[in-house]
């Protein structure tokens, strides 16, 4: 029974099979770094620089920059797996070559959390941007379709019906093919970028530098608090890795897709919070979390900036969408193509070269949770999913290490162990930083998926299959 539960893949057989993948290679680095982009640079960077600047002042730079190389030592780590074992899965893959098939299974249930439930969060967000455009040219959605049940106060509401239309639109987009999905987030990511790198420009003109005084009002303590919230806005660069078996030079472009892009973000965020704060004062914020780019933008005498914020929000949400579902479809095809979950959800379109029955499977679910659910109970999994994905596999580079010291490694993890070690323990702490109801709730999705494992999973593993012939 323990044995089993420990079962783990053979390097050197996925490594050798990865090169007969029936997914269509069209990506290159610049396409994988835009994923990368497309899937951090969202309504985080327009939304959480004013929730972190009240929490830290104008040192929310530091909770950036910390969450950011939190980011940066487990995107290392990433790195050195996608580049050797170029296989979709992203940590799960890494973790059965490494951890254990129990292991993996729990790391993949883990990431369909951080997925699965980004893309109906965000949707929810896409659909009050939508609305509010709509009202504006004089067309109202029924009340009652406007958002989820209980969501809105004092409004009888049944349904988003904006949120799951976006998602619908998405999910066709990505059951189209690679090549035209990554065609549509080029385009709406380059859009984005320059439309932030404007606003930069323009607000720097107008920094008043002693509104960075006091520069840490509030001490080290709220500088820690606010980078475990404002990881939020780095979810999203390991779905890149999932892309493993769509790129073209794996060996080469995932290290780089990977390590640009969360650089690139990383960039963005600092410089774009050093504007805010620089324009209005930190504690001016308060009430107006919601839209501090546009609050900040509109207190000096920007207000013609505003409608650059709000195309850059539509976009940033629209894109990340695109990119986390793409992602979510990814680690499920490869869970089932191990036999762990229904062998239906790995089938692939030979016309398309995509996985469409488990594109349309996870838009539906993300959908009607986005437009059945409330936002600020769909989003509470996200950030602890994805920095329990990022601790996993940081020791799995270490556990390849041990066990395979010879493989032939494209990309290398500088300095290991320090690296993966650094990685362990600044994504750890800024587990231990998330609140009780977080962990409460990511203790019952890791209950139910041990429930999956030894209910369906074990039973049908198509590794134990071939341990047993």
Partial sequence: MRMSLFRKKNVHEMIAKQSHTDLKR??????????????????????????????????????????GLACLFAALTYAEF????????????????????????LIGWDLISEYLLAVSAVSTGWSGYAQAFLESVGVHIPAF?????????????????????????????????????????????TIKVVVIVLIIAVGVFYIDPS????????????????AALVFFAYLGFDAVSTAAEETKNPAKDLPRGIIYSLLICTGLYILITLI???????????????????????????????????IGSVLGMMTVILVMLYGLTRVILSISRDGLFPKALSKVNKKTQVPTRVTWFCGIVSGLIGGLVPLNKIAT?????????????????????????NLPRKFRTPFVP?????????????????????????????????????????NHSLLKKEEEK
């Fill in 381 to 405: 999994l996200v950030n602890i999913g994805t920095l329990a994905a990022f601790v996993s596999v940081a020791i799995a580079v270490l556990v390849l290490r041990k066990t395979e010291p």
């Fill in 211 to 226: 509104k960075w005084q006091p520069f840490m009002p509030h001490g080290w303590g709220n500088v820690f608090s606010a």
């Fill in 276 to 310: 805010i704060t620089g324009l209005v004062p930190s504690e001016s914020f308060v009430g107006h979390e919601d839209r501090s780019v546009a609050y900040a933008l509109q207190a000096t005498g920007l207000s013609w900036l505003i409608i650059l914020v709000t």
């Fill in 26 to 67: 069209d990506l290159g680095t610049w396409d994988l770094t835009l994923l990368g982009v497309g899937a951090v640079v969202g309504t985080g960077i327009f939304v959480l620089s004013g929730t972190g600047a009240i929490m830290a002042g104008p040192s929310v730079i530091l909770s950036f920059i910390i969450a």
């Fill in 418 to 458: 320090l690296i993966p070690i650094l990685a362990i323990v600044s994504c750890g702490y800024l587990m231990l930083l998330l609140d009780r109801t977080t962990w409460l709730f990511f203790g019952i999705w890791i209950l139910l998926g041990i429930i999956v494992y030894f209910t369906y999973s074990k």
């Fill in 145 to 189: 379709l406007t958002g989820a049940p209980g969501s809105v106060e004092g409004v009888t509401t049944v349904f988003n019906l904006p949120a799951f239309f976006i998602v619908m639109v998405i999910t066709l987009l990505l059951s189209l093919g690679v090549k035209e999905s990554k065609r549509l987030n080029n385009v709406m990511v």
């Fill in 82 to 105: 996608a580049s050797t074992v170029p296989v979709s899965g992203s940590a799960y893959t890494y973790s059965y070559a490494t951890l254990g098939e129990f292991f993996a299974f």
